[in-house]
């Protein structure tokens, strides 16, 4: 049996949504990234230069509580919501920080309408760990996604049993 990790991270709260559902339709456990809360306003331009900044620095956000034993599982999914086509940049901070062992990561994201490069960039932070095809949904129709959700999940455990 796979044992699966949910590892997410929401600004506004649709991801969390996404992450939600998922752990409620698989047995998981589940591990919700934080940053420090004043790392980011709430005004989403600012957040986009925040992230900007960081990028360009090299400065990614710190992950403030502590992290999971990720050894233990077989299959993390990673959830984020997009940012200018790519992951948030805390999600960037777990792929660079975080040993995730032998385990399959599959990411999940959020966006308004353009993910852009949002799984090729994962992949990059991901290095040479494996990394399966993404689940995209669109913020506002997480509620109403749950059959492309499970199609997903039977496809990406049925791969990895
Ligand atoms: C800084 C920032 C940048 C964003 N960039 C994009 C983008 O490039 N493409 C897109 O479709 N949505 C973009 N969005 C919208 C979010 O991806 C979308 O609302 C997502 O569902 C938010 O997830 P969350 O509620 O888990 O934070 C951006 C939002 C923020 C705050």
């Known amino acids: 049996m796979n044992k699966i990790l949910i590892v997410d991270y929401s600004w506004s709260g649709h991801t969390a949504t996404l992450a939600q559902t998922i752990s409620d339709m698989v047995a998981s456990d589940r591990y919700q990234i934080q940053v420090q809360p004043s790392t980011f306003a709430k005004d989403m331009y600012a957040t986009s230069d925040t992230a900007q900044q960081q990028l360009q620095s090299g400065n990614l956000p710190t992950l403030v509580q502590p992290l999971p034993d ?4 077989d299959v993390i ?3 984020g919501p997009v940012w200018s086509g790519k992951p948030a940049t805390p999600i960037m901070s777990f792929l660079s920080t975080v040993d995730t062992g032998n385990a399959l990561l599959a990411p999940f994201y ?3 309408g353009t993910a852009g490069e949002y799984e090729a960039t994962f992949k ?3 290095g040479t760990r ?3 095809t ?3 949904i669109t913020g506002n129709a997480v509620d109403a996604a749950n059959p492309k959700i499970k199609s997903w999940l039977e496809q990406l455990l049925k791969e990895e049993k």
């Open 110 to 112: 959020t966006h308004a």
């Open 77 to 79: 999914l990673v959830g």
């Open 134 to 136: 993404g689940l995209g």
């Open 70 to 73: 990720c050894n233990n599982y």
């Open 124 to 126: 990059q932070f991901a």
């Open 130 to 132: 494996p990394v399966a």
